[in-house]
């Protein structure tokens, strides 16, 4: 390791681990050194006091993470002579029976390998987590606010249950925006007993770019017009391979589509001029090989640059980066922060990150306010100000609690309706669950066949539920794809998302290569591929895009209106601030919150999703308005061949006779959004719809567009 002081966070991380028995979130950039911070306490605890069974219980997101950060704990284990063990799908079956049988030390594992311990190896868990003295949380903040999480936090309450005295919870988090939320997210019935170590204000300098391009198609060939100088992908690409070729570093694109597309077009020009060829691709719909080829790549070869989703934002080593790239402005805040955090990660350096940026030339108002570019400044200067979105811990995670019933019955093998409330509610991670509630979710339960009742009231599963609990997807309480595999002489390439027309193509781009479909095996859901020079970029499924934070657009309003200038725009892009600028004054979007434009009126209200899907919703539902509130950025609502006077008149009224917002949600339609969700109560799934998707808060923006004059 060969370090020869500690760091503040380190220092500060052994003093609390040490000098209190509270929980403890260490939150700090990447590479500040949070897993020796937890470590280095917990297993000096661990060799004074040990105990039969796991000592400590490390959980990571993701596989790559957990075979990284084994590598680095079995160096500190070896070290002090403790065991440490990585359990996931990968590890061998003959390894784990082993393991089983002497289970001690450390364990690496994900959320979904706990799930199947669960099932699977019920009669081991009283000699596996009996003695657990600490968890360990690596990248919680991935886990906040999502499905994944509260699976995750139930099963460690469950586990927890195995254990007489308390099991102190250590998470390793990136920067989040309010302290007070994840705490009660880690111990929702006692977040006084969570403390935090925060670390972000020891950021390092950064050097920052954003370059700006007009892009004059809608679409993007994979045979640009090369001899074109205005070509803008031809730009981008010049750009890319001037950056980024021999330089270390990863660049990040928003879609596994432009992320094939772009590294096929790189790979192309590069090939064409004959000019050395240093770029990789990475992403989760690519095989485990290819993925670790890229990342053995990195962290060998300083010269190596690769293309990525967000499978690499988190803190997987690929060794020291020069610098980030990042194609199209990211979702969050938060996700800006981490990925601009993978570089500079030696000693004196800078975080670096240059970050291509394209608009449409277009007639339509909203794109000649250059949207993109505008929420790429305004996410940067929020970053800038140290602001992060804050979690979204209020959901209720009905469907989660679904699968959680099916896994308890299945650990037990039967269970009467008390003690699995006890368990799962009282107990567990579902404190904010009414009794009521539990009922009726255990009711429409049974009317599925999921689980059925004994004659001395105990709680079996149904054929159903025996059906679900047996498929492998079962252990993941997130919605998996029908996928279709590639392959190549027997090798798996990755696999794309089985979308209709199928049949009908004759070739891929996938791992950044080219190739020729041969054969396809729905039965086995096999694509058999050969190298060719044909191209066409394939389908895959992707999550849910996150909602936009009101503050975003908030800011992105202060932006246009403002003269402030931008010191990190190029040449194009501060051109393009002033032109958006100008549309903006044109406009008078200082003093009106509303442009007639022909037949349509744009409605800018200047806040998040949420609340624009609320008030469209609204007047669809209620007035049958044709309103698009998903391609405008948040900035504004689109309504289609609808009256002004008719609009104002009828959101004048709205505050209040605010309908709320779960009889909203019971007259959208379909609420079926997660893998359970069909099996939850109508009147809990809309109001599950209700505290995820909408916002009651819109009384003010109703107001501020009411006070505008109606033009005569």
């Keep these: 390791m060969n370090w020869k002081i500690l760091r503040p966070i380190q220092r500060d991380a052994i003093y609390a681990i040490y000098n209190s028995t509270n929980h403890l979130v260490i939150s700090a950039n990447t590479a500040a050194g949070k897993t020796e911070a937890a470590f280095l306490p917990i297993l000096s605890k661990i060799i004074d006091n040990q105990n039969s069974g796991i ?65 699977n190896h019920s009669d081991d868990l009283s000699l596996l987590f009996s003695g657990l003295s600490y968890i360990v949380i690596d990248e919680m903040h991935s886990f906040i606010g999502v499905e994944r999480g509260a699976h995750l936090r139930s099963l460690l309450s469950r586990i927890a249950q195995f254990r007489k005295s308390p099991i102190r919870i250590i998470g390793l988090s990136a920067t989040f925006g309010d302290t007070d939320l994840v705490k009660k997210w880690l111990m929702p019935t006692n977040p006084e007993s969570v403390d935090i170590i925060d670390d972000s204000e020891s950021g390092r300098n950064i050097r920052y770019l954003i370059k700006g391009y007009f892009q004059e198609k809608s679409t993007i060939s994979t045979k640009p017009n090369e001899d074109d100088d205005n070509n803008f992908i031809h730009k981008i690409i010049n750009d890319i391979i001037l950056f980024f070729n021999g330089q270390s570093s990863l660049i990040f694109i ?68 020069a610098r ?234 202060e932006i246009l209106l403002s003269d402030k200038k931008i010191p990190y725009l190029d040449k194009k892009a501060q051109e393009m601030l002033q032109m958006a600028r100008t549309t903006a004054h044109d406009a008078k979007l200082a003093s009106k919150n509303y442009v007639v434009d022909g037949k349509d009126v744009y409605w800018f209200t200047w806040t998040g999703t949420a609340k624009n899907r609320t008030i469209a919703k609204i007047g669809f539902i209620s007035k049958g308005f044709d309103i698009d509130y998903t391609n405008n950025y948040d900035m504004a609502l689109k309504f289609s061949s609808s009256d002004l006077e008719d609009i104002i008149d009828f959101y004048s009224d709205l505050p209040e006779n605010m309908p709320s917002l779960i009889e909203i949600s019971q007259k959208i339609g379909d609420l079926v959004h997660e893998k359970y969700d069909q099996y939850i109560p109508d009147v809990l799934l809309a109001s599950s719809y209700a505290v995820k998707y909408l916002d009651s808060d819109i009384k003010e923006i109703c107001e501020k567009l009411i006070e505008q004059q109606i033009p005569k």
């Design 55 to 119: 000592g400590t219980l490390y959980v990571g997101p993701l596989k790559a993470l957990i075979n990284d950060q084994f590598q680095r704990l079995e160096h500190l284990c070896d070290l002090s002579g403790i065991p440490v063990f990585k359990w996931h799908g990968d590890v061998s079956s003959d390894k784990k029976k082993k393991f089983l049988k002497n289970p001690s030390g450390v364990l690496l594992i994900t959320p979904e390998s706990i799930e199947s311990l669960f099932i």
């Design 254 to 321: 928003n879609s596994k589509e432009n992320l094939e597309l772009m590294t096929d077009l790189v790979h192309h020009h590069l090939e064409k001029n004959g000019s050395p060829d240093f770029f990789m691709i990475h992403h989760g719909s690519l095989s485990k090989s290819e993925r670790e080829d890229a990342e053995s790549e990195l962290k060998s070869n300083s010269l190596t640059s690769c293309f990525t989703s967000s499978t690499l934002e988190m803190g997987i080593d690929v060794g020291n980066l």
């Design 324 to 557: 980030i790239g990042q194609v199209g402005t990211p979702w969050s805040v938060n996700s800006l922060v981490q990925r601009l955090g993978r570089s500079g990660r030696g000693e004196g350096e800078s975080s670096e990150m240059i970050m291509f940026i394209t608009e449409k030339k277009s007639d339509d108002l909203i794109s000649r306010l250059f949207p993109n570019l505008i929420r790429a400044i305004a996410m940067s200067e929020l970053m800038l100000e140290k602001w992060y979105e804050p979690p979204h811990a209020h959901y209720q995670y009905y469907s989660t609690f679904v699968q959680q019933i099916l896994s308890v019955i299945k650990e037990k093998g039967g269970i009467n309706l008390l003690d699995l409330y006890k368990i799962l509610v009282k107990n567990g991670a579902f404190p904010s669950i009414l009794k009521d509630d539990y009922i009726s979710i255990i009711r429409t339960m049974k009317n599925a066949d999921l689980i059925e009742q004994t004659p001395d009231n105990l709680i079996i599963l149904g054929l159903k539920g025996e059906e679900i609990v047996k498929k492998i997807d079962f252990y993941a309480v997130f919605q998996t794809s029908s996928d279709m595999d590639v392959i190549n002489q027997g090798r798996r390439i990755g696999s794309i998302a089985h979308t209709p027309g199928l049949e009908g193509r004759k070739y891929l781009i996938l791992a950044g290569k080219r190739w020729e479909i041969i054969n396809i095996d729905y039965k086995k859901k096999e694509i058999l591929v050969t190298p060719s020079l044909g191209a066409k970029v394939p389908k895959f499924f992707g999550a849910e895009l996150p909602d936009i934070h009101p503050k975003i657009v908030e800011k992105m309003k």
